[in-house]
Every structure is written in structure tokens, then in C-alpha cells.
């Protein structure tokens, strides 16, 4: 049997089935996550299988759109994608179904569901289509789907207005990747995946080009990741796990499935990469950290950590065309654990703002402070997504961004000239990244969790349901696991790092024993967690004798601190953002200053604009709007101009044919 | 069978210049009625056999072309009541020019598609382009909505009789859908020439351009 199909089907008759019962919230909610639940389930099976190599699933159908076909298999990469779509979905629709009944008095649910649950399958789609019409297909419906889901609270205007940012952006991404595919196809004649030949040269790099700007929209990659920091904090929190933590990921596997259809790498992709991958770590932390917004301070957060997915990826593919084995398996293997722990650890803090944000009923982090007595479950987990994701030891970020580094330090030395500077110059960019990831999420939990309440609703926060709190613990034990057997996974990514670049088993291998330390590494993590566990039961003891006294935090001499005294997230990350970035990364503050000789109310405002999108993309926009109003002239209003337009290009066509055929027979 | 194709198809044509030069709407709709009834006879002769969904078919496009829209587009002169005279945006001889032009680029353009040899020789291709051609100067050329919906349907006819090429390959089914397809569109616009005089007193689509942005 076909699981696959069978997860499909679940997850499809699911979506329309809560349509169906759109009158009754919970049953919409009940038949929509539940099918989703089982659904991934039922696909995590051969997802598995896929990874390790066991099972080739493959099914083909004839199907009557023009130049399509049905044609689905199953390989190594499309298992390690597929992992966490199925299991990250299953998460966060157990998650999703308690986080949207708050909405239920005031939305109808089932068409939420119908969306998510058509996501997930699209998703799982693209991974294991064959075909590109069928690929696009599914990757069109996957964009649309979270269009929908992203502008689930339509009747604000920034929802709406982050919703069309985001469908522009994918509709302009599809159609490099249209073109993309029309290239690969035009030798063989058709778009079947497996048929595509390895292109020359010059077409290659071109093909290369078009898929690393159309999956690199979707990934985030800089400068094409504007649409991510508004489309992510627009969206109900489950989705935009989903979305940071799966979908982006899908544009990487699109670039990476276009690797393996272009055969060997040119010797100036892995440069390229490593570029783009540092450009887009340096801006997106750089922009998380004066983020006020939570979840606009993660999405900014997933644009780095794509950055760095990207720089391994590069750094492999560097070492693989100067033949350096030992850079190559670091920089893969890190890219690719890279990908799997982000997964998680991004999945984990946008469930855990969510859960904030249901329970202390907003995403300001002006006006939280102190949720962790108030919300000590969902406060554990965010601090341990919090250490994941800033890299520290005992957790599963520090071991890729190891990786990482590794690769580096090794390209330092083994690499001649240029390179080997570039390389070590980017070990101190890295670490400049890791400093401020950490100074970010320092400031994220710090905010947040400690403190005092800045307002009432934060005072009055409750902890989530369990349904809530089940997957943040799920998540943050699997981020516990990976960090303690990063050899195992790392040894079964093996096939896929085959699978794409060719790159074989034992030069992997030997690299991992003779560089990386991996099983130091997660012995180093395990005596860390060891130490962690003693020191939890001594205070548990110590609690349990009754030696606890329950007093207010010292509060520097002030009789009656309040809180308005405490750090605000602003004033936390002033030093860094206002002091050291350059000028066009730093906040754009107003004062209106009072002019008055007696007290009068004085006014400022802080806007923290996408350097990017304020530099290249709105001139880029207003100028193309102007040239386009031009042709304005076209749009009559009369219906007969309109149908003289269809017969102008209806001659033009015919004209064209005589033409042709006169050439054909001169 | 074949030999009274052509003969058809030279009536449909002679039927264009009809709508082409018509000032008169009941003219209009009575020359679409009389190619869609001539359509119907089509379809029953270029199949040769009487098979039974072969009379079905020509049957239904006879009843569906030549009896029941036309009957609508009557009702609604008569309902609405609309002037009788057709209102040409560019004058009836021009018209006629046009459509001659038309229909001889047609036959010119017929030469250079590759299609299968036996039907080289048939007038069923050229027929379907000036058919097609026609269609598309009423739709550019008259103001009312109601030789808008006429044009509309000559265009269909077109396509129509470019389906004969195919009457083999396409199944029964996809024929009838089509049917279908032209017979709600027509009843669709039935409903907006009535919207159309409701709001604008008039059936002018000259108002509609009140609607651009």
C-alpha cells in the first residue's frame, strides 16, 4: 500500500469534511485537526523509510491537464523534507485546534481548517512530486493555502496588508521557477523530473540563477526576504510554526532538487552561497534584535538562521569543487542538521509566542514581563528554545553552528589565497551572529519572562491548556535529543548528501571521526544535561526541607520599584542597535520636541523599517507604478475596446503562423 | 455525405455577411437562429451514421441554437423594449468589408495549418476562422448589449464548427458541456442587459464605461 497516498487523502478529505461542518466550531476543529494528526502520522512511516533508503515508493497516473502527469516518488531527499512536514504538522495542528477556539465566537473555523489542512498536503506534495506541472501545482496551492491562513484575521488592516506583501512576493518567485522549468524541459521535451538532462554550461548557471531567486523568495533568503517579517507575526501562531519552521525549508529543498537535475556544481555557486547565506545571517539578526514585535523578532530570526543554512550549503559545495573532502561533509552535514534543528527549535518559539499570546492576550513585548510564574510551562520551554536557537551548549543549535564553524576553520587552513581569507575572516562573522542571536533571545525571554507585568492583561496571564503545552514539551525533548545524538542523525543524512551531490559515505565518515569530535560533542552535551539534573533534584530537595523564603528582587535601593523601572525591550538592545549598526540599519526615531516654557505632553515614535524593502523595493515599486500608470489609456472601459484586443493578439497569432510557415517552405 | 458539407458551410458564410450587414435586430437574431439550425443538420451529416447520440446531439443544438435562444434574445427586445435598429459603432458597407477581408485572410491562413490532408480540401477550417473573425467584429463594432450576446454566439458557432474537425476525437460529452457552457452564458446575459437597462435606462454598453476605476 501507498502510505503516502493514504496520508494525502486524509489530509485532503479532512480539509474539505471541516468545510463541511463550518457551523459547528468544534466539530470543525475536531475533524480538521484530527485528520491532520492522523494524516501525518500515517505518512511519518514512509518519510522515515525514505530517509534511511529502504522503501521506493513511486506511483504515476495519467492526469488531463496539458503536459502534466501525476507522478509521485519517494527518495532520500524527499524523506528528509517530508519528516518534518508530517511531524511538525501534527504538532502544531494538536496545538492549532485549542489556539483557534479563543476565536470561535467571533470566526467560523472550518474554512481555517480546510487551508491548513490543504497546506500540509501541498506541502508534502512538492516534496514528493516527479513532474513540474504536478510540482507546480502543489506548490501553488501551498502558497495560496497560507495566503488564506495568513489573513485569517482579515478585518485588520496590517493582516491584509502583510497577506498581499506575501502572495506578491510567491507569485513573482513562481514565475522564475516557471521559466526555470520550461529550461530544464526544453531538451528533453518533457517535464517529467526524471528525464531532465544535465544542461550546458551557460544554461545551467542560468537555471541555477532563476531556482536560487524562486526558492530563494519562498526561503527568505536576503535580499529577497522582505514579505517573511510581515506575513510570519500576521499569521495565528501554529501556522506560522508551520511556515518558519516547514515551508520556507521547501524553498531550500527546491534548490536543492534543481542541484541534483544540474550534475556537477560550477566553482562560483559555493562563493555565491556562502555570500548570501552571510549577508542574510548578519541582516535578519540584526533586524530580530530591535524587533518589538515577538513573532516579527523570530521571523527576522528564521531569515538568519536560513542565512546560515545557506552559508553551510555554500561551504560544501565549495569544498566539494576544490576538493576538499573534509569541508564539503562539514559544510553539508551542518547545512543539513542545520535545517532539521531549526525546524524544531523555530517550531518551539513560535508555538511558545503563541501561547503567550493566548494567554496573555497580545505579541507586544512592551506589555508583557513576568509570565514565567504565571506560565511556567510554556516559560521552560521557551527558554529552552531560546537556548537552542542562540547556539549554546547543551542544545541542539550549538552542534550545526559547530558544524559550521568547523567548516570554516578547515576551508581556513585547507583553502589557498582569497578563499582561505574569506573563510576565516566569516568564523569572526559567525561568531559576531552568535553574539547578537544571543543578545536577541536574551532580550526575547528576558523581556518576556521576567520581570514585572507591564501591563494588565500580562498581569492577569494564565498558563495554556495542555493540549498547548503537549506539543511545546514534544519539540523541546526532541531539541534535547538531537543534542545529545547528532552523530546518528548526522550518519543518516548520509544518502541524501549522496543523493544530491554525489558526495559518497566514507569521506564523510572519515571527516566526522577525524575533525568534528560529533561523539565528544554530544558526550560534552550529556555530562552538561547531567550536571543540570543534579542541580534540579538538590534545589528540589532543598525545597522540599522548607529552606525557601519568598521575597521581592532587589530593586536597587528604590522603596517602591515599579514597573515601568524595569529594562524595556528598546532600551535593552539600544547599545547594539542605535550605537554600533550602520546608519541605514538603525531605527527611525521622531521627536517632536517641545518648544514651551512650562511642562507640555511632548511626542516620540520609533519605527523600525526593512532596510531592504525601504532602499531597493518600495523606489523599485513606485517607479514601475509610475511607468505602468502610463499605460492606463489601455483600460478604455468600453467592452468593445477590450474585445478588440482579443482580436489584435488573435491576427497577431494567425499572422504569425503565415509567417512561419512561409519561412518553413522558402 | 461529404459532398453536402461544403454547400452548408458556404450558407454559413453567406450567413456572416447576413449579421454583418444587418440593420435590423430581428434580421440579426433570425440569421444566428438559421446558422445554428444549419449547425444541427452539420453535425448529423458529417458523421454519415444515424447514430443515436449523433441525431441526439444535432437535435439538441438545433432546439438549443435555432428555437430557445433565439426565443430569449426576442423576449428581451420585446421585454426591455429595445429600439429595433442595430447601433454600428463603424458603418454597415465598412462592415461588410471587413468581414470579406476577414473571410479571405481566412482561407489564405487555412493553407499554412498543419492539419490532417483530408481535411485540406474542406472548407470546414475557414469556415470556422471567418465564423470566428465575424463573431469578434460584432463584439468590437456594435454598442448594445444585445448584439454583444449575438456576437458572443456567432464566435461560438466558429468554434463550433472547428469541433467537426475533431468530431472523432472529442467524445459526445465534451460537446454537449460546451452546449451547456454557451447556453448559461447566454442566460447570464440575459439577466445583466436587463441589470444593465434597470440601472442605466438604456441598453447601451456606452454606460458601462462609467464603471472604469
Given at each position: 500500500m501507498n502510505m503516502i497516498l493514504i496520508a494525502l487523502v486524509t489530509l485532503f478529505c479532512g480539509g474539505v469534511l471541516a468545510l463541511v461542518f463550518n457551523r459547528s466550531s468544534r466539530w470543525a476543529t475536531i475533524l480538521g485537526a484530527g485528520s491532520a494528526?492522523?494524516?501525518?502520522?500515517?505518512?511519518?512511516?514512509p518519510a522515515f523509510q525514505g530517509l534511511l533508503g529502504g522503501g521506493v515508493y513511486s506511483f504515476r497516473m495519467p492526469w488531463a491537464v496539458p503536459g502534466g502527469e501525476f507522478y509521485i516518488r519517494l527518495d532520500a531527499l524527499s524523506g528528509f523534507f517530508l519528516i518534518p512536514v508530517f511531524g511538525l504538522s501534527a504538532l502544531a495542528s494538536v496545538f492549532g485546534g485549542n489556539y483557534l477556539l479563543a476565536y470561535r465566537d467571533r470566526k467560523r473555523l472550518g474554512a481555517s481548517w480546510f487551508f491548513f489542512n490543504f497546506f500540509v498536503a501541498s506541502m508534502a506534495l512538492v516534496v514528493v512530486a516527479r513532474q513540474a506541472v504536478l510540482f507546480m501545482v502543489a506548490w501553488e496551492i501551498m502558497s495560496l493555502a497560507a495566503f488564506f491562513l495568513v489573513t485569517f484575521e482579515h478585518e485588520k488592516k496590517d493582516v491584509r496588508v502583510a497577506g498581499w506583501i506575501y502572495l506578491i512576493a510567491s507569485h513573482l518567485g513562481a514565475a522564475f521557477l516557471l521559466a526555470m522549468f520550461l529550461l530544464l524541459g526544453r531538451a528533453s521535451g518533457s517535464l517529467d523530473f526524471d528525464t531532465f538532462p544535465v544542461p550546458g554550461s551557460i544554461a545551467g548557471a542560468v537555471i541555477f540563477l532563476l531556482a536560487l531567486i524562486g526558492f530563494g523568495t519562498k526561503a527568505?533568503?536576503?535580499?529577497?526576504?522582505?514579505?517573511?517579517?510581515?506575513?510570519?507575526?500576521?499569521a495565528p501562531s501554529h501556522v506560522s510554526a508551520l511556515m518558519s519552521g516547514v515551508m520556507i525549508k521547501l524553498g531550500l529543498y527546491g534548490l536543492l532538487r534543481v542541484l541534483i537535475f544540474l550534475g556537477p556544481p560550477a566553482a562560483w555557486w559555493g562563493p555565491m552561497l556562502v555570500v548570501i547565506g552571510f549577508s542574510g545571517a548578519v541582516l535578519g539578526i540584526s533586524f530580530a534584535l530591535c524587533q518589538r514585535d515577538l513573532k516579527r523578532a523570530l521571523a527576522y530570526s528564521s531569515i538568519e538562521n536560513m542565512g546560515l543554512i545557506v552559508l553551510a550549503l555554500g561551504l560544501g559545495i565549495w569544498g566539494l569543487t576544490g576538493h576538499h573532502p573534509i569541508v564539503a561533509a562539514l559544510g553539508f552535514s551542518g547545512a543539513f542538521l542545520h535545517i532539521w534543528n531549526h525546524s524544531l527549535m523555530k517550531s518551539l518559539m513560535f508555538l511558545g509566542a503563541g501561547s503567550v499570546m493566548h494567554g496573555?492576550?497580545?505579541?507586544?513585548?512592551?506589555?508583557?514581563?513576568?509570565?514565567?510564574?504565571?506560565?511556567p510551562h510554556t516559560g521552560g520551554a521557551i527558554v529552552l528554545g531560546a537556548v537552542a536557537i542562540s547556539a549554546l551548549p547543551p542544545l541542539n543549535g550549538f552542534v550545526s553552528e559547530w558544524l559550521i564553524y568547523m567548516a570554516l576553520l578547515y576551508g581556513g587552513l585547507e583553502f589557498s589565497g582569497g578563499g582561505s581569507v574569506v573563510m576565516l575572516l566569516g568564523v569572526g562573522v559567525l561568531a559576531l551572529v552568535g553574539a547578537m542571536a544571543l543578545l536577541c533571545f536574551v532580550r526575547w525571554?528576558?523581556?518576556?519572562?521576567?520581570?514585572?507585568?507591564?501591563?494588565e492583561e500580562a498581569r492577569h496571564a494564565h498558563e495554556s491548556s495542555r493540549w498547548m503545552t503537549l506539543p511545546l514539551a514534544v519539540l523541546a525533548g526532541l531539541c534535547v535529543l538531537t543534542a545529545l545524538f547528532p552523530g546518528v542523525l548526522v550518519t543518516s543524512f548520509a544518502g541524501v548528501i549522496n543523493e544530491v551531490f554525489g558526495f559518497s559515505l566514507e569521506p564523510l565518515q572519515q571527516a566526522m571521526t577525524d575533525s568534528s569530535a560529533?561523539?565528544?560533542?554530544?558526550?560534552?552535551?550529556?555530562?552538561?544535561?547531567?550536571?543540570?539534573?543534579?542541580?534540579?533534584l538538590f534545589s528540589i530537595r532543598a525545597r522540599r526541607r522548607g529552606g525557601v523564603a519568598e521575597d521581592s528582587t532587589w530593586s536597587c535601593g528604590y522603596l517602591a520599584p515599579l514597573s515601568s523601572m524595569q529594562y524595556t525591550g528598546q532600551s535593552f538592545s539600544e547599545m547594539m542597535v542605535s550605537r554600533l549598526f550602520l546608519r541605514s540599519f538603525r531605527p527611525k526615531m521622531r521627536v517632536v520636541a517641545t518648544q514651551a516654557v512650562f511642562p507640555v505632553a511632548g511626542k516620540m515614535t520609533t519605527s523600525y523599517p526593512d532596510t531592504v524593502s525601504r532602499v531597493v523595493y518600495q523606489p523599485m515599486f513606485t517607479w514601475l507604478a509610475g511607468h505602468f500608470a502610463r499605460m492606463r489609456w489601455l483600460q478604455q472601459g468600453k467592452i468593445q475596446f477590450y474585445m478588440l484586443y482579443f482580436v489584435v493578439v488573435l491576427l497577431f497569432a494567425f499572422a504569425w503562423q503565415v509567417v512561419r510557415h512561409w519561412l518553413h517552405y522558402e | 455525405m461529404n459532398k453536402f458539407i461544403d454547400p452548408i458551410l458556404v450558407l454559413v458564410l453567406l450567413l456572416n455577411f447576413v449579421v454583418l450587414g444587418a440593420s435590423r435586430m430581428r434580421t440579426l437574431i433570425q440569421a444566428v437562429a438559421l446558422q445554428g439550425i444549419l449547425l444541427g443538420i452539420l453535425i448529423a451529416l458529417a458523421h454519415g451514421s444515424l447514430m443515436v447520440w449523433v441525431a441526439l446531439m444535432a437535435l439538441v443544438t438545433i432546439l438549443l441554437k435555432g428555437v430557445v435562444i433565439p426565443r430569449m434574445l426576442f423576449d428581451a427586445?420585446?421585454?426591455?423594449?429595445?429600439?429595433r435598429e442595430v447601433e454600428p459603432l463603424v458603418g454597415f458597407i465598412a462592415s461588410l468589408f471587413l468581414g470579406a477581408v476577414g473571410t479571405g485572410l481566412a482561407l489564405l491562413f487555412s493553407q499554412t495549418l498543419p492539419i490532417a490532408r483530408s481535411d485540406m480540401g474542406s472548407l470546414i477550417v475557414p469556415a470556422a476562422l471567418s465564423t470566428v473573425l465575424t463573431g469578434f467584429l460584432m463584439l468590437t463594432t456594435r454598442t448594445k448589449a444585445i448584439t454583444q450576446v449575438v456576437g458572443y454566439l456567432i464566435l461560438e458557432n466558429g468554434v463550433f464548427i472547428?469541433?467537426?474537425?475533431?468530431?472523432?476525437?472529442?467524445?459526445?460529452?465534451?460537446?454537449?458541456?460546451?452546449?451547456?457552457?454557451l447556453f448559461v452564458a447566454i442566460f447570464v446575459m440575459g439577466i445583466i442587459i436587463h441589470k444593465i437597462s434597470r440601472e442605466f435606462s438604456s441598453v447601451s454598453t456606452r454606460m458601462l464605461s462609467e464603471l472604469k476605476e
Open positions: 494528526v492522523v494524516g501525518c502520522l500515517v505518512g511519518l512511516w527568505g533568503l536576503v535580499p529577497l526576504h522582505v514579505w517573511l517579517p510581515e506575513a510570519h507575526p500576521a496573555a492576550g497580545g505579541r507586544d513585548m512592551e506589555r508583557l514581563g513576568g509570565l514565567m510564574k504565571r506560565m525571554v528576558g523581556i518576556v519572562l521576567l520581570g514585572e507585568p507591564r501591563s560529533l561523539t565528544v560533542l554530544s558526550g560534552v552535551n550529556a555530562v552538561i544535561w547531567a550536571l543540570l539534573g543534579l542541580v534540579a | 427586445i420585446r421585454d426591455v423594449v429595445i429600439r472547428f469541433g467537426m474537425l475533431l468530431m472523432e476525437a472529442i467524445p459526445f460529452l465534451v460537446e454537449l458541456g460546451v452546449l451547456l457552457d
